[in-house]
């Protein structure tokens, strides 16, 4: 998401002029937008010295079943409260209630953030 910066109105209407120039740090970028397919890993450069991994695809999730956690095949996207497009489009983000050989799971991490999917089985 972009930062606007702050208002260009004082709080009785009148006008406020910039005091300073929009910086690199405050662009954003586009929704990863995950799907579930062949993997595809994109390394992407952040703020400072560090780097993410964009998981554009995958079709593997670790799976939380209470006792341990194992790797399960991802089948489909079940339910996804962020869009309901996604669901149609099998896009997999924090949140959303994903098919897997294991059964039905939530998705607890950020596949666009971290690369990968961690999810916890639901009764």
Known sequence: M???????RKRTGGRLKPFKNRRKH???????????????????DVRGNGEKTRALATNVA???TGEDTVTADINDVVE??????YVRRNIITKG????????????TSRPGQTGQVNAVLVE
């Open 2 to 8: 972009q930062d606007q910066g702050r208002s260009t």
């Open 26 to 44: 405050q662009l954003g970028r586009h929704p990863t937008e995950t799907q579930v397919g062949e993997p595809r890993f994109r390394a992407v």
């Open 62 to 64: 670790n799976v939380n």
């Open 80 to 85: 996804n409260d962020a869009n309901p497009n």
């Open 96 to 107: 959303a209630l994903i098919d897997t050989s294991e059964g039905t799971a939530r998705v």
